[in-house]
Structure formats: structure tokens, C-alpha cells
């Protein structure tokens, strides 16, 4: 088998669940697969899909990383909102955007390390470590903006959120550019199989000569560096940091999609490609529900619904009744042609 | 907890040297929810500024956003043998405790903002916004601004099953009762920020032919209508023209947008409730006049009539 059918075996299951998902939207809303071009950009339904999930497809690449290390990181919706509190009180400030996106950048990675000393030096359990800066974040970034929605009016910088470079908006560039740079880094080197071996089991990875706290380090850096990219995006797009809510409960979103995305919470093995088409997963499900017409009381369960149906389809128990009928199939087949045999 | 403190006891000092150089001036106890929003810190403001107008001393807790704070800071306010209590109630049931010590002590307690579930007598007046009044000034508004053109609305509505949601959306309906040729063709949660505002005017206008068919946006709050504006724009049509915006709070910044013709109504939900809170307790102070058990704020409409550009200078200086 070569490389190109493994990986779509991988994937199979994922992009299964996101074509039918965006199929049902197109049979309840007509001209949702519709993609024109207007005022010079792409614009549609689909766009909207992609843009909006800039933000969440970002987190789940640093968000896989951490989970295959066996870890978690709660603390990127904060992030979020400290790095776009951060960008905007600098652009209102006045700085050039290098520096802007410098510093805010610097923030985010700073974020991530904070988490990676509370992991790996002190070895505390990532679900607590990292609590404590999703609950210590916000009040920081509203220090920052001083609880108000600091807003701006700065074209340059707000292109990162809404512009858009040879018709295809920016967010678009920002997220797969990210996830192909990381992809890169981690699968065309041994860092992946480094992270992976960590994930599985940290002290044999250690003994074997592995560097697990350098990695769970580098791990977390990534996340809060990837959470300071979609804080920017946020904030770009609304011409203001919102501390309150810049992020709220994005983490989870971006936990859901790397499971979505098939990739254990137990650590271990892990697919970023997998893990990024559960984020679009989650914003065609959001998208669809817009477009749909529906009363919005009904947002959450029919969201709900679909990952339930998307997650029963990949739990062990039913790939393992799968494997059952098929085999038992099989077996009836090969018995009757014993049977035919004897007679 | 300590800065609590020690502001308490600066208070008590600054107390006791107000009362020792006149004898009239009352002490109140103001006991905030916290700062979460813009709205809230502005109501802080305005607070202090009206007290200080009308030489009261003023006691300011700032309970976090909890109940427990909110309660020991009542307990402390009558210790200290306030003149009155203004409270701004995070939750609305558990106060009966608190607020029949109060009583006993024969210390006059105002509701600001919310309503609470307490027996009528424990309280002097609650002072708060008509927020089913707020949506229909804004139905008023729109139906009289699009006459008798058909008009296809889109409703931005607040989190889902908050009670300003539910209010605003039926004081809307029912401001354009009477307008059949307003219909409201869309109403989706924007939660009440810029961000899901935008998203779900974007997805909106791609429902509705590409948003040349929306007449107007009517949002619950002016958050969600900053960022549907955005929506618009970057679909290439006119804010404010093309699609007609109303919204409800005026917070500063879309009086920025109406000065700029992109917004077209807003109506206030004030954050001076200790006004006419003040107002109903000096009088009752003075001549023992019970208040109506509830004070409505006003909703005011605002236009680009209305010279948005002075409004927002004076507002944003509040903490919006």
C-alpha cells in the first residue's frame, strides 16, 4: 500500500463525516456550495467556513501536539485574549505591525512556556497547570484593555482578520500556512516521533534518550504561539480586543476537534490533517446552522447530535462490531463453500 | 479582599470626618456586582459622580461577582450604620436574610439594574430598565422610519434564553405588531458579542440573496450590531442605507458609527440608575414618602439626528 492510500484510509472516516455534513446543509439551505467572486475576493458560504475557522483550526494544531505528548492545554481561549489585547493596545499606541506582531507573537510563546515549567519541570498534571492560566488569562487581558473593548482603526493590521491577497481572504493563508510550516517541521523530521514516543510512555522515551521535557516544552510553546496567531485574527476582525469574550470556550472546541480528528487523548500517535478537518468539521456544523433558518434554541443539540453520530461511528466498540459482522460474513461465506465442497 | 478592606476602612475614616464637618450629609452604601462589562463600569461612574453631586458620601463594594461578597459587604454597610443601601443584585433570590437585618436596623435598601425574588416590604424601591419597552421603542422606530414599504428584518438576538434576550425580542415583535409589511425573516444568537455578530450577519446576508433583500438589522445590543455592521461592509453594501441598522444600550462606539451614517437608531439603556434612585430616597428621607415599588429608567431613543458625535464624546469618558 503506498503512501498516498494509508493516508486517505487515515482520513477517511473525517472527510466521510465532513462531506455529508456539508451535503445535508446544502439539501436544507440551496446555494450554500455556491462560491462567487465579489468585489475581487472569493465569497460564499464555504469561504465563511474556512475564514471562521481560522481560529480553531490554529488551536488544534498546537492543541495536537500537546495531546499527543499525553497533555492538554485549557489555557489558549486566555491566550487568545491576552495576545489580541496585547496587539491592539500596541497598534492604538501607534507601533509599526512587525513589532505588533512581534510582540504579540513573544506573548503567546511566553503563555506557552509558562504552561511548559508548570508541566514539565514542576510535573504538574496539564489539566491543572494549564487552569491555571485559563482562569488567571482573562484577568489579564482585562488589565490589559483595562475592561473595556479596546478598539482601533488601523487598515494594515485589520487585513490580518478581514483582508483578503489574490482574492482568497488572509485567515485562509494564516491557518493552513501555520499548519503546513508546523506539519512540516514535526513529520519531515523526527520530532513527531519523538512527540509520540514521550506521549506513550515519557520516562521509557527518557531512558531510550529522548529530551521529553525539551519536547513537552517545545509543544506548549507552539500551542500559546498558534493561540497568539488566532488571538490577532480575532482581534483584527472586530477592530477591538474583547478580553471578555476574544476566545471564550475556543479550548474546547479545539479538544473536540482533535478528537473528532481521531487522535487519542491517551497521547501517542497523532494526525494535525485529521485533527484540522475536525475544526471544519465543527464550523460547517456552526456555519450550516446559520445558514439553516433554525431557532437558535436548538443551536447546541443539534451540534451535539451531529458529534455525537460523528464519534459513535470511530468509538473502538463499533469499529469492533464492524470487524464482527464482517467477519462473521466472511466465515458464512467460507463455511457455505465447505459445505458445497463436501457435497 | 484586602483592597475591599482597606477601601472599606478609608471609607469609614472619610465617613467619620464627613459627618463630624456637617451633620446632614448622608452616607450611602453602594454594593456593585462587579466590572464585566462596559455598562457596568460606566453605572459605577455615573454612581459616584451622582453622589458626589449631591454631597453623599459614598461606600463602594465591588463584589466580583459574587454573592457572598455582595452580602458581607451589606452586613458591613449596616455596621457602620449607613443612611441607606443602593445594591446592584448579582442573583435574584437569597437576599431575605440580609435584607431583614437591614430592615431591623431601619436602613432604607434601593434595588439598582435587576429585580430580586424577596418580599416587597424588605426593599424601598427597585430602579431598573423596561427591557420588553426597549425592544418596542425600537419597533416603533423602524416601523415608522420604513413607512409602508416591505421590509424584510434580521434579528440579532442576545445568549439564548437570557432574560434581556427574551424581553427585547418581544417588545420588538410588538412594537411592529401594527406593521405587517415588516416581517422578521431571520433570528439567530449573536451572544451578545462583535465577534458572533459578525459571523452570523455574514452567514445572513449569504442566506438572504446576497443581503439585498434585508431591509434592516435589529440587534440586542450594540456589540452584535458594531459587528454586523463590519458584515455588511465587507459584503459590499451600505450600512445604514442599503440595510438599515437599530440596536439597543448606547454604548459609545455606535454613536462613532451613526456620526458616520452607518448605524441609523439606538435606544439607551441608561447606566444613571442612582439618579432617580437618590432622588426617591432623599424624598423619602425628608418627609417619609413610601416610592412606587418599582422606578422605570427612560429608554431614549437616539438618531443621526442627534448629533452622535457630541454624545459620544460625552459618554466615552464613563468606562464604557
Known sequence: MNWFTRRLRRLAPQLAALAIILGVISLVAPGFLTVSVQNGRLYGSLIDILVRAAPVALLTVGMTLVIATRGIDLSIGAVIAICGAVAATLISEGYPLPVVIAVSLGVGIACGLWNGVLVAVLDIQPIIATLILMVAGRGIAQLITEGVILTFNDDTFSALGSGALAGIPIPIYLWIGTALAIGLLIRRTALGFLIEATGINRRAASLAGVRARFLLFSAYAISGLCAAIAGMIVTADIRGADANNAGLWLELD?????????????????????????????????????VSGFPPEFNLIIKAGIIIVVLTLQSPAIVTVFGFIKATRRGDKLNHGAKEATR | MKKALVAATAAAIFATLASGVSAKSLTVGFSQIGSESGWRAAETTLTKQQAEKRGITLKFADAQQKQENQIKAIRGFIAQGVDAILIAPVVSTGWDAVL???????????????????PKDLFLTAVTSDQVYEGKVAGEWLAKDVGSKDCKVVELQGTTGSSPAINRK???EEGIKAASNIKIVRSQTGDFTRTKGKEVMESFIKAEGGGKDICAVY??????????????????????????????????????????????????????????????????????KEPKKWIQTESKLYTQKDDPMKIYEAKKGLGY
Open chain 2, 100 to 118: 431583614k437585618e437591614a430592615k431591623e436596623e431601619k436602613i432604607p435598601v434601593i434595588l439598582l439594574d435587576r429585580e430580586i425574588d424577596s
Open chain 2, 170 to 172: 418581544k417588545g420588538f
Open chain 2, 219 to 288: 440587534a440586542h445590543n450594540d456589540d452584535m450590531a458594531v459587528g454586523a455592521i463590519q458584515a455588511i461592509k465587507e459584503a459590499g453594501l451600505k450600512p445604514g442605507t442599503d440595510i438599515k441598522i437599530v440596536s439597543i444600550d448606547a454604548v459609545p462606539d455606535i454613536f462613532q458609527a451613526m456620526a458616520k451614517g452607518e448605524a441609523n437608531a439606538t435606544v439607551e439603556l441608561t447606566p444613571n440608575m442612582a439618579g432617580p434612585a437618590f432622588d426617591a430616597l432623599e424624598a423619602y428621607l425628608k418627609d417619609k
Open chain 1, 254 to 290: 479545539a479538544i473536540l476537534a482533535v478528537v473528532v480528528g481521531g487522535t487519542s487523548l491517551n497521547g501517542g500517535r497523532f494526525s494535525i490533517t485529521a485533527s484540522l478537518i475536525g475544526a471544519l468539521i465543527i464550523q460547517s456544523i456552526n456555519t450550516g446552522i446559520l
